[in-house]
Each structure stands twice: as structure tokens, then as C-alpha cells.
């Protein structure tokens, strides 16, 4: 689900566990740093999937990766032209 801002309404423990996917951490890493069964995770995770529009690692990956580059596209404050001397 899209709030009015356009962001997605994540809780604080799907937003924890997004970032961990993000840094690369498996489920058994997760388990271990947030002290949570495998299940929640797979719960939790599925949730970030439906609220994304995903269903798989590899295309939150892509979702990821889309998202990092129109950020950076936005924060340069220039055309793209490269830099020169």
C-alpha cells in the first residue's frame, strides 16, 4: 500500500529487515541480529513483497537498485555532464 506521499506504509520491523536484505544478511542472519524465528522472517518478508508489488529477492534487488539510481540522478544537481578539468 502507497501512502499519499508515495512512500510505502512499512513498520518498523519490515523497514529492519528491508535493510538487512538490502545489506545482503539471509534469513539466519536475521534471525540471529533481530532475535526473531525464520518464519517471522518469511512472514515479515513476504509482507515487504506484497506492500512492494514484488515476490522475489531478486526483483526487491532490482526495485532496490531503480530506486538508488533515480535518487542519485536527483541529488547530482547537474545534466549528467561528466567532470572534467
Known amino acids: 500500500m502507497t501512502t499519499a506521499d508515495g512512500t510505502h506504509d512499512f513498520t518498523e520491523r519490515e523497514l529492519q529487515i528491508f535493510f538487512a536484505l538490502c545489506?545482503?544478511?539471509?534469513n539466519k542472519d536475521m534471525t540471529q541480529k533481530f532475535r526473531i524465528t525464520e518464519s517471522t522472517v518469511q512472514t515479515?518478508?513476504?509482507?515487504?513483497?506484497e506492500k512492494a508489488g514484488l515476490s522475489t529477492r531478486l526483483e526487491l534487488a532490482a526495485w532496490v537498485k531503480h530506486a538508488l539510481n533515480g535518487e542519485l540522478r536527483r541529488g547530482r544537481g547537474d545534466s549528467g555532464a561528466a567532470?572534467?578539468?
Open 23 to 26: 545489506l545482503g544478511l539471509g
Open 44 to 49: 515479515i518478508m513476504c509482507s515487504i513483497y
Open 83 to 85: 567532470m572534467g578539468g
